[in-house]
Each structure stands twice: as C-alpha cells, then as structure tokens.
C-alpha cells in the first residue's frame, strides 16, 4: 500500500549538482529506515547513504563529503543532495524504506542521474 517515488534526476557536467527527493505516499517516516542505492549499466546494485528513524546517518566511502542525506518526517521526505558529482557517479538511483516493524523493505521506481560532459 505505501508507496515511494523520486524524482530530481537529470543530465549534470562533471563538478556539478543535482538534489534527488523522494516522497511516501502515506506518512510513515516514524517507523522506517530510509537510504538511496544506484544502479550503473552492467553493475550490482550498490548501497549510497542512509538515515535511520532516529536521523543518524551513513555514507559510502564513494560519496563521503560530496552527498548529504536528509529526512524530514512531516513531509514524508527523504532527499539526496549530491555535489561535485563524478562521471562515475552516473546511475539510477533509488530510494529504499526499511519497515522496523516487520523488516520489509520498499523500493522506489528510480530515477536517472546521468554525469557527463
């Protein structure tokens, strides 16, 4: 029933930005873990960052320094902003929902990030 969407990609030049959101459709922030994964052609899914119900965060060593991720539980939001953006940062992104009720897991659609010049 709960359902995830992103949006915010898009085409960016190397060094560029790009802020990904991505939205529930109900509210349910308060008992969900929420993180963003990528995707590149021929490549294994690959965890981004995460943040927990409680708004700790985590990051992969790819994209330390360079994304933050943010939640804001009353608009069922959690975004992805990406800086100085990579080539091989190019991907589609997901967004991902961990319920800690029951431990199942949520995806979005994706949405395509491609860096290039």
């Known amino acids: 029933q709960v359902q995830l969407v992103e949006s915010g990609g898009g085409l960016v030049q190397p060094g560029g930005s790009l802020r990904l959101s991505c939205a529930a459709s109900?509210?349910?922030?308060?008992?969900?873990?929420m993180g963003w994964y990528r995707q590149a052609p021929g490549k294994q899914r690959e965890w981004v960052a995460d943040?927990?119900?409680?708004?700790?965060?985590n990051y992969a060593d790819s994209v330390k320094g360079r994304f933050t991720i943010s939640r804001d539980n009353a608009k069922n939001t959690v975004d992805l902003q990406m800086h100085s953006l990579k080539p091989e940062d190019t991907a589609v992104y997901y967004c991902?929902?961990?319920?800690?009720?029951?431990?199942?897991?949520?995806w979005g659609q994706g949405t395509q990030v491609t860096v290039s010049s």
């Open positions: 991902n929902g961990r319920n800690l009720i029951n431990d199942f897991s949520i």
């Open positions: 943040v927990t119900s409680g708004g700790s965060t």
């Open positions: 109900r509210n349910i922030f308060s008992f969900y873990n």
